[in-house]
Nanobody
Framework: QVQLEESGGRLVQAGDSLRLSCAAS????????MGWFRQAPGKARAFVAA????????YYADSVKGRFTISRDNAKNTVYLQMNSLKPEDTAVYYC???????????????WGQGTQVTVSS
């Protein structure tokens, strides 16, 4: 069983930067692919980014490529999402997830966090 806890979401203005964190309670964190998803009001949950467990290869949705960066610190059992140049359309609940990166990239995961709200005002 893996427990994931997100933090860092808050209200920001368009153009601002924000970093989300996700702490995982699992001893073998380094062997898990990790990812971020988001769900905007009235929309389905969508893939944002993922990072593999071995090579730390990152993957991004086209909508965030060049603005968001996913990274992981295996010593801290934590994955991060650095979000720059935020736009109002980035407003959503952001969820941390874990599982094989191939699975994450198609919107599936083995474990989910509870989510953290990010609101970007114009």
């Amino acid at each position: 069983q893996v427990q994931l806890e997100e933090s860092g979401g808050r209200l920001v203005q368009a153009g601002d930067s924000l970093r989300l964190s996700c702490a995982a309670s699992v001893r073998t964190f380094s062997t898990y692919g990790m990812g971020w998803f988001r769900q905007a009001p009235g929309k389905a949950r969508a893939f944002v980014a993922a990072i593999s467990w071995g090579s730390s290869m990152p993957y991004y949705a086209d909508s965030v490529k060049g603005r968001f960066t996913i990274s992981r610190d295996n010593a801290k059992n934590t994955v991060y999402l650095q979000m720059n140049s935020l736009k109002p359309e980035d407003t959503a609940v952001y969820y941390c997830a874990s599982g094989p990166t191939g699975k994450l990239r198609i919107g599936l995961a083995d474990y989910w966090g509870q989510g953290t709200q990010v609101t970007v005002s114009s």
